[in-house]
């Protein structure tokens, strides 16, 4: 039997939502660096310090040297991504999280409760086109693994058909694998793909996208 329940965002939740959100988005960065690293032209760009600083101080301990720093640049660069990404979130629909998302029609938002604890949270809001959009999932790291994530998805999906929407659309990273199981598990499949800034294209980091068809949608 489930431990937690999930309820209507209160205001008392407000920290906890915001707090939530913003570990849950930088968690997967070292996963986003560790996907940059892969990429052979990183690779090569990275040999391409080595030798070019070995060559110019005609030393090896510099020219790995060089090589650590850039490594450390990259880390940087590829952190902001999720740093931006946060940001914008906080000081956009998670600065009112009541105004963005109980205050209009067909939008909502909802929080998983585990022992008095704000464990996870999920969003929903009209995309257009008899779509609803699942926003801002997440679900912290103690209370993965007891359904959350598929209950509050649930949730979503059973908001959309209640309110004769069509479809439930969803946007996550390429690195959020466990997040596209999960999803994919649910009845949603991948229908396209793009990148959140040039940042964001010239390290071949891309945003998947789901849709979930409801069937007889009327919206």
Known sequence: MASFRIRQYQDQDYEAVRALFARGILEHAPAGFRHVLRAARVRLAL?????????????????????ALALVLLWVLVRSLSAEYVRDALGTDLCDVAGSYLRAPDRCFWVAEEGGTVAGMVAAVPAGRGELELKRMSVSREHRGRGLARALCREVLAFARARGYGAVVLSTSMVQVAAQRLYEGQGFRKVGSSYPSLLGTLLKFQIFH?????????K
């Open 47 to 67: 040999l391409a310090v080595f030798v070019a600083a070995r060559a110019a101080a005609g030393s090896w301990v510099l020219g790995l040297g060089a090589v």
């Open 210 to 218: 789901y849709r979930c068809d409801l069937g007889d949608g009327t």
